[in-house]
């Protein structure tokens, strides 16, 4: 037993001796190599050791700040949003606030009436007649004089350019609206119809100042939106206002005048009103200002 405890602590002993040396050897190789890299300098490695240490908590404090950072560009980004919802309900706003009397959306949309006025709406001395201001059912001027002797003075100044314009329809009475009217939704359903044709009491044919033009020997463009593209078309468009006509319901105004375009349908309201719409690019809702 003794010999073998003998062995046991020389074995022990022989351990922990290499161990020390091993350990030794490799902190001086570590050391070696920690001073090669200084270039055998023993006070830059000493400095250099020294900054490693120091620098350690330096990184540290820096990823703490990071997520600082980060929050306050979150708190940034969550007020930079806040700030861009602002000017989205701002333009919700102004036109309510902007858009005088019907909103421009109420336009196309018929108002829930039990009877028709006693009495036709004129504003500044013009007769108007849309959607939301219809005529009495027993409103019948007949086709306007004046407006009829403005077109026949358009047609001449036409025909010089080799145009030969024809007024296809003018003056509707309201019993003539309605039978049209009540075929279109027969035939086309209600929401359909009232996009193309206005309802009895609401045209502005009854006025006897609207005029459906076209152009003699070229049918297949009446009353159709291809007219617009004719020579003879864009020859009214661009003079209708010196005879006191304008295109009553142009591109991208059925909002404001309730009706989808339509390059054949002109409405008479005298040289200065139509002149001043025609410059303004303006609708006659707008001009009246209603
Ligand atoms: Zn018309």
Redesign the pocket.
């Known amino acids: 037993m003794k010999p073998a405890k003998k062995k046991n602590e020389f074995d022990k002993k022989f351990y922990i001796k290499w161990m020390v040396i091993a350990m030794t050897a490799i902190w001086a190789a570590i050391a070696a190599v920690w001073l090669s890299m200084h270039n055998w300098d023993t006070e830059e490695s000493m400095k250099a050791l020294a900054q490693a240490f120091t620098e350690q908590p330096a990184e540290t404090e820096q990823q703490e700040q990071a997520p600082a950072e980060e929050e306050s560009a979150v708190k940034e980004e969550t007020a930079a949003t806040e700030e861009t919802e602002q000017p989205e309900e701002q333009p919700e706003e102004q036109p309510k606030e902007e858009a005088p009397a019907p909103a421009p959306k109420d336009a196309t949309v018929y108002p829930e009436i039990d009877q028709l006025p006693s009495e036709p709406t004129v504003v500044n001395g013009i007769l108007l007649a849309n959607k939301q201001h219809p005529l009495p059912e027993t409103y019948a001027p007949g086709e306007n004089a004046e407006a009829r002797a403005a077109f026949d003075s358009m047609a001449q100044a036409a025909a010089k350019d080799g145009l030969q314009l024809v007024a296809f ?1 003018t003056y509707r009475e309201f019993a003539r609206q309605k039978q049209l009217y009540e075929g279109y939704v027969a035939k086309d359903g209600q929401e359909a119809a009232d996009r193309y044709s206005a309802r009895p009491g609401f045209s ?2 009854q006025t006897g100042l ?1 005029f ?1 033009i076209g152009e003699a020997g070229q049918e297949q463009h009446w009353a159709s939106a291809s007219f617009g593209d004719t020579a003879g078309g864009k020859w009214v468009k661009k003079n209708a206002h010196n005879y006191g006509f304008i295109l009553r319901y142009p591109q991208g105004k059925e909002q404001i005048t309730g009706y989808m375009h ?1 390059s ?2 002109f409405r008479y309201v005298g040289k200065e009103a139509a002149t001043a719409i025609y410059n303004q690019n303006i609708t006659l809702e707008e001009y009246l200002g209603i």
């Open positions: 329809s502005e044919h609207a459906d339509e054949w349908h």
